[in-house]
């Protein structure tokens, strides 16, 4: 068997097109549209996020994995725009889980996930999956408002436990588990304001109950470490349409290869990077320590 190549990206931070209508404004609201005003607006921009998707499509994976911040204040109207942008996308199956600029305030989570809802592959519940082939992408949300100035997250117990429960029941299968969540699951990526509250909570899960790969966004930068005291890689990636110029910042993507070998998986992943010339190249490769199959794979 051939090798399955999944592309990872993340906090596109599509341009904001409309102002909050009278119903929408929050203080938390206001204080991320002066950020935008002020300094995002400058960093993201619609040129280097079309250069990154032409690039994912010209390698022709077989799965996105997109881990959250398609709006910037989570309003109604960007919602609805997100979805067009990624329905002229012409992505292949692709699963979403929402970040914290996605989950800004407390109002009508339902409605709005619902407009997502052929990407988020869930309701309001998860973590959600989409599986293909040997490959089996879970989605963990770790989206939740959160007071002003603070960008934290939290995937809660009872999802935990879901978690736990779905890792077991793919692991028994055999699939190759790729965990899905926005915010950094280890510590010092993030500042303590930004990071997942509960991250010893999801690193114990994954301890017990195994994964081969996680992916994450929510820092802006193309970062590998591991869940302590396992194996597990833990993967991030830098914001979809950063503009270029700092190569730890640059827009990008993650070419991930997962390869089925005798009783393992072997997992590459190839970071594509944004150069201030405006072309798309290779940047680090990783590879990573198979993964012993809980049962046996045809090749």
Known sequence: MSFFQIAHLSDPHLPLAELPAPDEI???RL????????KRRHLHKAAPLARVMDDIRQAHPELIALTGDL???????????????LEEQSLPPTLLVPGNHDALIRENASGKAALWAEWLKTGTTFPSLLVKDHIALIGVNSAVPTAPFFASGRIGAAQAERLRALLAR????????????????????????????????FQTILREAGAELVLHGHSHRATH??????????????????????????????AIAVHPQAGHWSITVLRRELGADGMMRDGLIRNF??????????L
Request: proline share 7%; glycine share 8%; charged share 20%.
């Open 26 to 28: 929050r203080f938390k």
């Open 31 to 38: 204080l991320s549209l002066l950020s935008w005003t002020l």
């Open 225 to 254: 470490t591991c869940i302590p005291d396992t194996d597990i890689p833990v993967v991030g990636t830098t914001s979809a349409s950063h503009s270029a110029g700092n190569p730890a910042t640059a827009a990008g993507w993650n």
């Open 71 to 85: 709006t910037n204040l989570g309003l109604r109207s960007e919602f609805r725009r997100a979805r067009q942008w």
């Open 289 to 298: 320590t198979p993964h012993r199959l809980s049962r046996s794979i045809p």
């Open 170 to 201: 793919t692991g028994r299968a055999g699939l190759c588990r790729v965990v899905l969540i926005h915010h950094p699951p280890v510590e010092n990526l993030v500042s303590r304001r930004k990071g997942l509250e509960d991250f010893r909570l």
